[in-house]
């Protein structure tokens, strides 16, 4: 089976830190990761690997530096990688992304799964994955946690609300894929050694071929217009002292705020 | 083409009945549309709509466009999609408005590139631009450590997902009238390419952790699994659901579905309990938007203090069985 | 490793570390209690450790392995010990199970029973021990009478790490027993082999997610073939074999210590008394200055009896005793300094530190107990000093 995984390169928000006075988050100096759900599409596509043989290609959409993100996924087992990189592509929000990495994968060629992480910690919109099976044009479920092959299609079992649904769905298709899935394998030695050197193709606007008024900032629609840090809690009220006093006084509070 | 300008509210329903999140966005969208003169309707796919629009009249959608087909009656997403983008395409609304659920966030995904939409996620909050006419869609993002304001300017519809509980349900009243129109989609050229196969409720007697109104959560000050119970215990007396840090989770001290954080749940109860939970920013994005924030943590120094309306500075083995005596006395 | 010191490490080893000790954290860490007070052997983790292609670095590349030598396999060691003695002895005893096949094994031995070790699809276990010869090791009762062309085995050892968890193990028994010492032969005999046993599993103080078993061998018949080397050079092969092992042992009390020493100073900054965090008392700073002095110090013996091993030297019992001796101690002494750094906290177990310490005290027993290290490193004085 010839399986994708999009990955996206993340700041790894563990390290983050909101800056007391400002608000606003400390970037600098954080380290990027895999986007921990996009861990969770790549493990399930290496254990449909080791049952059913095939190739996993991961591919990663971003600035050069997302390179990194595709060796940890080399090193890890996935076999190819490749990264969808131009300037021409910045500023792209999901509609764009979508876009730009469905041509990435109709080039990779013959594909039976596209996979996808449930969303991305950082824009958090967990847009891209339908998107992207749409520009395919092949069928999507979303918040996966369990895939089978079966025959010709594959079972997908999808985490709702309140349980789960059991899905027959046909090849070729694409899943995004909760973290309750798996745990991501970790790397190995020889694969990292391996990967520190592998030759990983970078597919810009030459490659792709887009339709300009599709890609980047033309090809969004949607715009941020502000962003700020959440509103802070006014008057807090600390409370300390025994137990009890704490907890009388609590309830009292809560009582007023009529959320008790 | 309508005469007037419309905003819709998808009308998601599972076994015949409509999600609480359409009632929100349908109250939500009576003051969207006082603002912008829009007419609200909702949209309906289903078996057989008829009987669900009276409810949908009473919460202020003055327009019910039912699409009825058998293959609409549980969420499909090709079918779903085609339909709803049909209708956009034919009917061109000016908003499009969908609950963030599993099947919103599916749903509108698809139908955005299918009608070259922008489409903003998750959003917390809408308001109306009149000069420019846009809809302002503020949503968390980084797991709710900033925000940003989203707008589409150019392209139309304007569509957004909205996190449920967030806006007040508010029924216009009990027998409002409204307009049916029945709407046929030709699904029969859909290729038919996943079917559902078993859907399965977990007859799990926690209480949904997104659905919840109060939570109480646990982190490593509990100190141990079988301190849990202390959590379970005032939970219970609160009607209430028990969430966790993700170092409880990795710790095997608890079940990952109650994992609260980015990688977790993200939830949005009246009342947060956090016992022992430092405030790591991982976990904060999963709850900070919670209407009221109890921490306690014995580390005055805790970065869960920035985000708490209550903060109890002491030892939870202490303050938790406390609060759940006094919770009982005061029910007795 | 110690922190802004060079020791010279390669990037090939650095990358066994950063490996190791992501692996440590994420999956370590999380389960150790549970192992530890439950006594589990820790088989998911090995089973990963092969994935990640960890088991055969002590192995040549011919036979599979990743061949990094001492210093690399001991890197690891050191790595894994931070989080987890129970599981680095778990690993690491694959090795010592090995070894006498590395040293003493034919061709066909070795391309037999190397491959599987080095990809980690089986586990290796060292038998010398007997209920009756711990220390003075020569003292084996266990009989190996050759009928044929086969060896039958008679006898029982004791406390065998990864005993009835591995597939292969290399035993020591008596062929000759005129010959003493020089009449102990060593054999490969595979689990499942006829009249070979196992006793029930050992409840410890510390390494408790390690197994440890007897190995019993009634009338067990082992193929002639299994005979690494010849006849009567068994013992010979235990002492070569705890030439390379003593360094392991070494660097599970570099890492243990480590881990230990970490834990401290972190604890001592954020456990305030007296309005202050307790490090800001000088009596305390300097017992976590000792500690740190005492860990670098073990770190640097045991790198030293590393490297002399993989440049060829011969002659390196010395330096591999001195290692494993100075390093356990250190470890018995860092985690014990530990405890008392965390005070009441550390006597808990909901903090590591006392399970450090619990696990530390086997450094100094296993694999010959500091006093023989000692003895070793007093021969080879004496040996040294002849002339002079
Ligand atoms: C503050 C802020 C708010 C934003 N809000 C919106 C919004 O409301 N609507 C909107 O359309 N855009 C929005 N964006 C833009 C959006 O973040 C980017 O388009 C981004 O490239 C993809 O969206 P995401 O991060 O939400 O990914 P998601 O859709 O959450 O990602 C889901 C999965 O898709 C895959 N994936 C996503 N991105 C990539 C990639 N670059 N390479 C490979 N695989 C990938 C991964 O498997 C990932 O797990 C916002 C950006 C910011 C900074
Ligand atoms: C958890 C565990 C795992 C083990 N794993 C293995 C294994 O995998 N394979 C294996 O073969 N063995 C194994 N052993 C056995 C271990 O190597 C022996 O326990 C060790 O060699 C000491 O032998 P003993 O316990 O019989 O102590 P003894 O030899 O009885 O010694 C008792 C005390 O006397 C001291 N002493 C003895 N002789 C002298 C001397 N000449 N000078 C000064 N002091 C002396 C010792 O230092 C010790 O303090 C293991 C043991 C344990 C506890």
């Known amino acids: 089976m010839n399986i994708v995984v999009c990955i996206k390169q993340v700041p790894d928000s563990d390290k983050v830190t909101i800056d007391r006075e400002t608000n606003r988050l400390n970037r600098a100096g954080v380290p990027s990761i895999i986007n921990p759900f996009d861990e969770n599409a790549l493990e399930m596509a290496l254990q449909l690997k080791d049952a059913h043989g095939g190739k996993v290609t991961v591919i990663s959409m971003g600035p050069p530096q997302a390179e990194e993100a595709l060796r940890t996924a080399l090193s890890h087992g996935a076999d190819e990688a490749v990264l969808i990189s131009d300037r021409k592509f910045g500023g792209a929000d999901t509609w764009a992304t979508s876009y730009t990495i469905s041509l990435a994968v109709k080039k990779l060629g013959d594909v039976d799964l596209v996979l996808f992480g449930k969303q991305a910690i950082d824009g958090d919109t967990a847009q891209v994955g339908p998107g992207v099976a749409h520009f395919l044009d092949i069928p999507a479920l979303t918040y996966a946690k369990a895939v089978e092959v079966t025959g010709e299609t594959l079972k997908v079992t999808k985490v709702t609300e309140d349980g789960y649904e059991v899905w027959d769905i046909d090849k070729p298709c694409a899943l995004t894929v909760v973290k309750e899935a798996n745990q991501l394998r970790m790397p190995s030695l020889k694969k990292k050694m391996a990967a520190k050197k592998a030759e990983i193709p970078c597919w810009g606007f030459n490659e792709l071929q887009p339709d300009e008024e599709k890609i980047g900032l033309a090809g969004s629609p949607t715009k941020v217009s502000k962003v700020f840090a959440p509103p802070v809690k006014l008057n807090k009220e600390i409370l300390s002292g025994e137990p009890a006093e704490m907890i009388t006084e609590l309830i009292q509070k809560l009582k007023e705020r009529n959320v008790l | 083409m309508s005469t007037t300008k419309e905003l819709w509210v998808f009308a998601e329903q599972r076994e015949g009945k409509i999600a609480g999140v359409v009632y929100e966005l349908l109250s939500e969208g009576q003051i969207l549309c006082e603002k912008s003169g829009y007419t609200l309707c909702a949209v309906l796919p289903s078996a057989d709509g008829a009987s669900l629009c009276q409810e949908l009249y009473n919460f202020g959608a003055k327009k019910v466009y039912t699409i009825d087909d058998p293959k609409l009656k549980d969420y499909q997403n090709d079918y779903y999609s085609r339909a709803v983008a049909q209708l956009i395409h034919e009917k061109k609304p000016e908003i499009v408005l969908y609950g963030a659920t599993t099947i919103g966030r599916s749903l509108a995904p698809t139908v955005a590139v299918m009608v070259n939409a922008g489409l903003t996620a998750d959003c917390t909050q809408l308001d109306f631009d009149v000069e420019a006419g846009n809809l302002l869609q503020t949503r968390p993002a980084f797991g709710g450590n900033i925000m940003a304001t989203i707008i589409c300017p150019d392209n139309r519809p304007q ?132 209407d009221v924030i109890v921490a306690i943590n014995k580390d005055p120094d805790a970065p869960i203090f920035d985000v708490a309306d209550f903060g109890l500075i002491g030892d939870l083995h202490a303050i938790v069985p406390e609060f759940q005596k006094q919770i009982a006395a005061a029910k007795a | 490793m110690g922190a802004n010191i060079d020791y010279g490490i390669t990037e090939e080893q650095q990358e066994i570390v950063n490996l190791i000790d992501d692996f440590g954290k994420e999956r370590i ?283 060829g030297i011969k002659e390196v019992s010395k330096i591999s005793a001195m290692c494993k001796y100075y390093a356990g101690d250190v470890a018995m002494s860092v985690t014990t300094d530990a405890v008392q750094v965390f005070g009441g906290y550390g006597f808990m177990k909901e903090y590591p530190v006392e399970k450090m310490m619990r696990d530390a005290k086997i450094l100094q027993i296993y694999e010959g107990t500091n006093q023989i290290q000692r003895d070793i490193v007093g021969m080879a004085l004496v040996k040294e000093y002849a002339s002079a």
């Open chain 3, 29 to 311: 860490v999380p389960v150790r209690a549970e192992l530890d007070e439950k006594g589990i052997f820790p088989s998911d983790l090995l089973k990963e450790l092969a994935q990640m292609d960890l088991m055969g670095l002590y192995i040549p590349e011919e036979y599979g392995g990743f061949e990094a030598g001492q210093l690399g396999f001991c890197l690891a060691i050191e790595t894994m010990s931070k989080y987890c003695i129970g599981v680095s002895v778990s690993y690491a005893a694959n090795a010592l199970g090995a070894d006498p096949i590395l040293i003493g094994g034919s061709d066909e031995q070795k391309k037999k029973y190397l491959p599987p070790l080095a990809s980690g699809e089986k586990w290796a276990a060292f038998g010398l021990t007997e209920p009756n010869a711990g220390s003075d090791a020569g003292g084996i009762a266990t009989t190996a009478v050759k009928k044929g062309d086969k060896y039958i085995l008679n006898g029982t050892k004791q406390w065998i790490t990864n005993g009835g968890e591995a597939d292969i193990y290399t035993v020591f028994a008596v062929t000759n027993k005129a010959k003493g010492a020089r009449g102990v032969s060593c054999f490969i005999v595979e689990k499942g082999t006829p009249g070979f046993s196992f006793g029930k599993k050992e409840d410890k103080l510390g390494i408790r997610a390690s197994a440890t078993r007897e190995l019993v061998f009634e009338d067990c018949e082992v193929p002639a073939e299994n005979l690494i080397g010849r006849e009567g050079m068994g013992f010979l092969l235990a002492m070569k074999t705890f030439d390379i092992s003593r360094p392991g042992i070494a660097s599970q009390g570099v890492g243990l210590a480590q881990g230990a020493l970490d834990e401290a100073v972190k604890y001592a900054k954020v456990r305030k008394q007296f309005n202050k965090p307790i490090i800001a008392n000088q009596g305390l700073l300097w017992m976590l200055s000792e500690m740190a002095t005492k860990v670098e110090t073990a770190r640097a013996i045991t790198y030293a009896a590393c490297r002399t091993i993989d440049s």
């Open chain 2, 159 to 290: 569509m957004a997902t909205v996190r449920s509980n967030v806006f007040k349900k508010t029924k216009v009243s009990d027998s409002e009238s409204g307009e049916q129109v029945s709407y046929n989609v030709d699904l029969s050229a859909v290729p038919e390419r996943m079917r559902r196969l078993e859907s399965v409720h977990e007859a799990d007697n926690t209480i949904d952790l997104n659905a919840a109104q109060y939570i109480v959560s646990g982190g490593r000050g509990v100190g141990k699994p079988e301190n849990f119970k202390i959590i379970y215990d005032l939970a219970s007396e609160l009607g209430a659901a028990v969430g966790a840090s993700r170092a409880t989770v990795d710790a095997g001290w608890i079940s990952h579905h109650h994992q609260v954080g980015q990688t977790g749940k993200t939830v949005c109860p009246v009342v947060y309990v956090a016992c022992g939970i430092s405030g790591a920013i991982q976990h904060l994005a999963g709850m900070q938007s919670s």
